[in-house]
């Protein structure tokens, strides 16, 4: 049973090509948003706190800070809305999922950059 979900989501689920990231980057990810008859896009900046799941149901965490309030997204890898997925910075942490980034405020919520 597992073997034949598995087939028909790579048959038909659309996969998109996105460059890859882990946690601690810093993201912009543009998606469009419907209103009615009308659609714009919007953008959300900022850290990736986790990346879970495989294949179709892959899915990672972004939070920002919307003046003193954290605030945490969750997108599908494969959400048809997501227009583009810009890196911003490449960040360099120890963990594959930085809940302890939540707690940090201030100059403790930095994260260094990965050199090339």
């Known amino acids: 049973m597992e073997s034949l979900v598995k087939f028909v989501q790579d048959e038909f689920v659309t996969r998109k090509e996105n460059p890859e990231f882990a946690a601690g ?5 543009y998606y469009e948003i419907k209103e ?3 659609t714009r896009t919007q953008y959300f900046r900022g850290v990736v706190i986790q990346k879970r799941g ?5 899915t990672f965490t972004i939070r920002k ?3 003193t309030v954290g605030v945490e997204r969750i997108f599908p890898v494969n959400l048809p809305s997501i227009q583009k997925i810009e890196i911003n910075k490449k ?5 594959a999922r930085i809940y302890y980034f ?5 100059k403790k919520a930095r994260i260094k950059e990965k050199r090339s």
Do not use: A, W
């Open 25 to 29: 980057d810093t993201i912009t990810v």
């Open 102 to 106: 939540r707690n940090l405020t201030g």
């Open 65 to 67: 800070m919307s003046g």
């Open 54 to 58: 495989s294949g179709t149901s892959e």
């Open 91 to 95: 960040g360099k942490v120890r963990r």
């Open 36 to 38: 009615g008859n009308k």
